[in-house]
């Protein structure tokens, strides 16, 4: 059989581009002489609608778009995704399905069966699982169509309390009785550079357990904080991968079932993996929320430099404006390295020295702080004089201001509220700070871009004098491998202390984390790129005394 792989980058909502991108996709494939194109899970209302899917006329128009869609497919088949109406009166109102079309009319609706309900995943506030498996037969083979976590019942279980599997039930197990001679797996699966390989295994011991070619198709691009890779593939029934798309844009393929291609994707390095994730997490949040510009404050700092050379190559260098704001604490060596950054990038910039503004608000504080010591207060106003400007910026001519807090900051909060974790989207609060340097050196791999001097120095916040980050911190390296022992793997401070970490710097660095759920709760979505990434996928009570 001739299989089209349609892995296409999808808008929520937009009913008329995901439409019109399908039906592109249906005419190519005929054209090619394919017998079936196949599509993502929800691809025509794009992944995920959260509470969209409550609105009546939202479903309504996913439904006017499969009919749509359902009329350009004459002579061939193509299956996509998309909400469907449960019709009994008991349960929740939607499936999360799969719609089989040919002859301009739906033949089949296969609904989903493992609802995912963990991390960025809440399926089941709005779905209902389905309960029967059926298979069916086109062009002479005998399908089963699954939808993403289908497949994913073998995935192991991250707890204490002797759960061997996530689910009761395993849709495979029920597909593989009814013989089918080729699985197709509608997926929505996003990136994680710590899961980069789970997918692939998970699929590959599912084909060989069940002797089962399986078809995988995702979707790309970036919807929020959540950036989708693509990477779509076809198994043989000895895991085999026998074609494989492109990651992190767009791609589309004939595929001939029974004839081996071996057409795979070279290997790439984990951090230039992230660093796509990146670039296209940007790109998309500006393109879809219909912006063209992006701000950012460039300090000299390897955090600021590493957004900026993420956003000129997301975004393109004359859609990008810094502003430094140097301030009596700043180091001439890191005005200078932005300005070298600035010239190496082509981009516009202004400088306005902050001193001024600081000097008239601490003279304005300066009858209430009377008899008072300099503390960490002078240092914030420092920073929320940068806030105010990058947002004067921003508001003046339309610009999304891009924060440039790491996830090492972000998780012990290291950073202002209202001054440097303002921002439209933050890019790297989901890159520890040792990624951070490594991707810098990455990004200078061929020519230096960054100032080398930029990468060498020691991190600063510039606030007071001679400042350095491990002046209140740990050094990264350890601090880094702490944090994501406590956040990604989810152990306990005596299980990171029983690794050979110092005692009072594993519970000093929990007790941040844990006191600063405040500022995260007001931090601008953030990329991710972590299998636990701060935001929808970690929920911690604000108010609540465990620690």
């Keep these: 059989m001739k299989i089209a792989i349609a892995q296409l980058n999808y808008h929520i909502g937009n009913f008329e581009l995901n439409t019109s991108k399908i039906i592109d996709c249906i005419s190519k494939s005929k054209v090619a002489g394919a017998d079936l194109v196949v599509f993502s899970e929800l691809s025509v209302?794009?992944?995920?609608?959260?509470?969209?899917?409550?609105?009546?006329?939202?479903?309504?128009?996913?439904?006017?778009?499969?009919?749509?869609?359902?009329?350009?497919?004459?002579?061939?088949?193509?299956?996509?995704?998309?909400?469907?109406i449960n019709p009994e009166p008991r349960g929740k109102k939607l499936f999360n399905s799969a719609f089989f079309i040919y002859d301009g009319t739906v033949q089949q609706v296969v609904n989903k069966s493992l609802l995912p309900t963990y991390d960025i995943f809440d399926?089941?506030?709005?779905?209902?699982?389905?309960?029967?498996?059926?298979v069916f037969n086109f062009a002479?083979?005998?399908?089963?169509?699954t939808i993403c976590e289908d497949l994913w019942d073998e995935q192991e279980t991250q707890n204490e309390f002797g759960r061997e599997k996530l689910y009761q039930i395993s849709p495979l197990k029920e597909l593989s009785a009814l013989s089918p001679d080729l699985v197709i797996n509608l997926s929505a699966s996003p990136f994680s550079y710590n899961q980069e390989n789970w997918r692939k295994n998970i699929l590959v011991k599912n084909a060989i357990k069940y002797q089962l070619p399986i078809l995988y198709v995702n979707q790309v691009g970036a919807q929020t904080e959540l950036v989708f890779d693509g990477g779509s593939f076809f198994l043989d029934k000895n895991g085999t991968i026998q074609e494989e798309l492109n990651y992190f844009e767009e791609d589309f393929r004939?595929?001939?079932?029974?004839?081996?291609?071996g057409n795979l994707q070279p290997k790439t390095e984990t951090i230039e993996k992230i660093h796509h994730a990146l670039v296209l997490g940007i790109r998309d949040y500006f393109t879809k929320m219909g912006f063209k510009k992006a701000t950012l404050g460039l300090s000299g700092g390897i955090d600021s430099a590493l957004v900026l050379v993420l956003a000129v190559e997301a975004l393109g260098n004359e859609n990008v404006r810094v502003l430094l704001m140097p301030s009596r604490f700043s180091s001439d060596h890191s005005v200078n390295d932005a300005l070298q950054l600035a010239q190496n990038l082509g981009i516009q910039y202004e400088t306005i020295p902050i001193q001024p503004m600081v000097d008239s608000f601490e003279q304005s504080l300066s009858g209430v702080f009377a008899g008072l010591h300099n503390d960490v207060t002078e240092e914030n106003i420092q920073a929320r004089t940068r806030g105010i400007l990058l947002m004067a910026i921003s508001n003046k001519f339309g610009n999304i201001l891009l924060n440039t807090t790491n996830k090492s900051e972000c998780a012990v909060g290291y950073g202002t509220l209202y001054g440097d974790m303002n921002g439209g989207l933050s890019v790297l609060g989901d890159v520890y700070k040792t990624d951070v340097f490594k991707m810098a050196r990455w990004i200078n791999r061929e020519r230096?871009?960054?100032?080398?001097?930029?990468?060498?120095?020691?991190?600063?916040?510039?606030?007071?004098?001679?400042q350095k980050d491990t002046d209140s911190l740990p050094d990264y390296d350890m601090l880094d491998q702490i944090l994501f022992d406590f956040i990604e793997l989810n152990l306990s401070p005596d299980e990171i202390i029983a690794k050979g970490f110092d005692e009072a710097t594993v519970l000093r660095t929990v007790r941040m984390v844990n006191n600063n759920e405040y500022?995260?709760?007001?931090?601008?979505?953030?990329?991710?790129v972590s299998s636990k990434a701060f935001g929808f996928g970690r929920r911690i009570p604000l108010v609540a005394r465990y620690s």
């Design 123 to 134: 399926e089941y506030r709005h779905f209902e699982p389905n309960k029967q498996f059926s």
């Design 45 to 84: 209302t794009g992944y995920y609608p959260h509470d969209l899917l409550e609105r009546k006329e939202f479903i309504e128009q996913s439904y006017k778009a499969i009919d749509k869609i359902a009329v350009s497919c004459t002579g061939i088949a193509a299956i996509i995704g998309a909400p469907s």
């Design 140 to 145: 002479g083979k005998k399908l089963a169509i």
């Design 448 to 466: 230096e871009i960054i100032p080398e001097n930029t990468i060498l120095k020691p991190p600063s916040a510039e606030l007071r004098p001679d």
């Design 519 to 528: 500022k995260r709760f007001q931090a601008p979505p953030i990329i991710r």
């Design 254 to 261: 004939i595929i001939d079932t029974e004839i081996p291609s």
